[in-house]
């Protein structure tokens, strides 16, 4: 799926300043490694429906094994693993008897100590390893794994490591032992060993992603083949709202067009990032927030969100909104699948300028029935020369007013909002009386 930087930044999918994102809050991957990884994974869009359920396929089978997962390889393995090749130390004897191992010890103590302990954990990062190709043994295997699991295999196919399946731990291998294995690693091993800490890496994302689906309880979305587009949902949050009010969505290609309206503040942005967050999660083979969610697979996600100036560049608020709608026209033109979420269309001009140009933008976008498009606008009034297009739906969320405080319910309803508050939080935030002061 095509996604430019913005939309990601749009959705919150990475890191922006303080504020907590996707990734943060899906990454429980065990080491650095693999969080790297993660973000990777995050920021790699899989070309077609087969490799996204290739990737369902594989965390449902990581899903699956949780209970039995080994917990020999842990990020200080990994990092001891890198550090041990880096390390200044006097050659390590290749094969020391019991005599040369005492020898070593007693004229390179400090070396001696440090060889000994990489010599553990290069251990059990091959122990780990073994043990996940025991684990998946006789399974069927999707083919992101299996093609992971055999460059694994060949990898550590070899007869150094007998000894490593014959001990239950280093500590049961004698001095001798644990010196020839730490020579072999260090100057005959060094580029497998880099090559595995690559490859754990994404078992860790991989992992780190089926412990996030459990530990949030998201559930697998179900890619269908349809000639048109379609985002069908019940029970969809936003991952990232503590106490979230769910929605209900249905886009398809006969209503392709949703035009959503209401206050500020009664949920429009975070409807519309809820989609997106969850169409993204979708195509990169992860649980989306929802009860049941199936969709077709998109050939591309752009958002028009949170739009700004270019002072250096002495460019408008105005402008850009015009360069993001202009760019994004271009782009779903193709005849392909398009998820287009735009939030408060032209903000950066007058009410009637705005109107005027919302009101061209959208009608030209309704052509496209390829694509699905959600809207959010303060502009209310131009829904109702909306209504005689057959491939738009109109929703709205409510605010209501008790003892001048407002209320919001947060949920969906059928239809176009009318509700015009904004001088009512201007009083009821005080800024009405501080002025009267003046």
């Not at 359920?53 to 390889?73: R, S």
């Not at 390590?92 to 440090?114: E, R």
């Not at 409510?398 to 003892?403: F, G, H, I, K, Q």
Request: one cysteine or more; proline letters at 3%.
């Amino acid at each position: 799926m095509d996604i430019d930087k913005t939309t990601l930044n749009d959705l919150s999918v990475f890191r922006q300043a303080d504020e907590v994102s996707v990734l943060d809050k899906l990454d429980l991957c065990s080491t650095t490694h693999g969080s790297e990884q993660l973000r990777i994974n995050f920021s790699t869009a899989l070309s077609t429906k087969e490799e996204v359920e290739d990737i369902q396929q594989t965390i449902k089978l990581f899903i699956e094994q949780q209970p039995v997962w080994p917990k020999t390889i842990s990020n200080g393995t990994v990092m001891v693993v890198e550090k041990f090749f880096d390390s200044n130390i006097y050659l390590i004897p290749a094969n020391p008897s019991a005599l040369d191992a005492y020898a070593y010890k007693l004229l390179h103590g400090p070396d001696y100590a440090l060889v000994t302990y990489s010599a553990k954990h290069c251990f059990d990062f091959i122990k780990g390893f073994q043990q996940l190709l025991q684990l998946f043994s006789g399974k069927a295997q999707p083919a992101p794994l299996k093609k992971l699991l055999t460059s694994v295999q060949h990898i550590i196919n070899k007869p150094q490591f007998e000894i490593v399946s014959k001990h239950r731990g280093s500590e049961t291998m004698t001095k001798a032992q644990q010196l020839h294995f730490a020579h072999f690693i260090r100057y005959n091993y060094k580029h497998n060993m880099l090559d595995l800490v690559v490859l754990y890496a994404q078992v860790d994302a991989w992992y780190g992603m089926a412990k996030a689906m459990q530990q949030y309880k998201l559930v697998f979305p179900g890619f269908v083949d349809s000639p048109g587009p379609v985002v069908e949902s019940k029970g969809l949050y936003h991952l990232l709202v503590n106490e979230p009010v769910a929605y209900d969505v249905l886009l398809n290609q006969e209503t392709n067009f949703l035009f959503l309206t209401g206050a500020n503040m009664a949920g429009k942005s975070t409807f519309i990032k809820s989609v997106g967050i969850a169409v993204f999660l979708a195509h990169i083979g992860m649980g989306v927030p929802a009860q049941q969610m199936k969709l077709t697979f998109f050939d591309g996600m752009l958002s028009n969100i949170n739009v700004v100036d270019n002072i250096t560049r002495g460019e408008s608020y105005f402008y850009n909104e015009v360069q993001r709608i202009r760019a994004t026209i271009q782009k779903i033109s193709n005849g392909k699948k398009w998820l287009i979420l735009i939030d408060e269309l032209f903000k950066g001009t007058n009410v009637q300028d705005a109107m005027k140009c919302s009101s061209a933008v959208i009608e030209g976008l309704l052509k496209i029935k390829n694509s699905l498009f959600i809207l959010s606008t303060h502009l209310y009034e131009i829904g109702e020369e909306l209504k005689k297009y057959p491939n738009i739906s109109f929703k709205y969320f409510e605010t209501s007013v008790a003892d001048g405080q407002l209320l919001f319910s947060y949920h969906l309803k059928d239809g176009i909002s009318n509700d015009r508050l904004g001088y009512l939080i201007l009083k009821r935030e005080g800024v009405v009386e501080m002025l009267e002061r003046l």
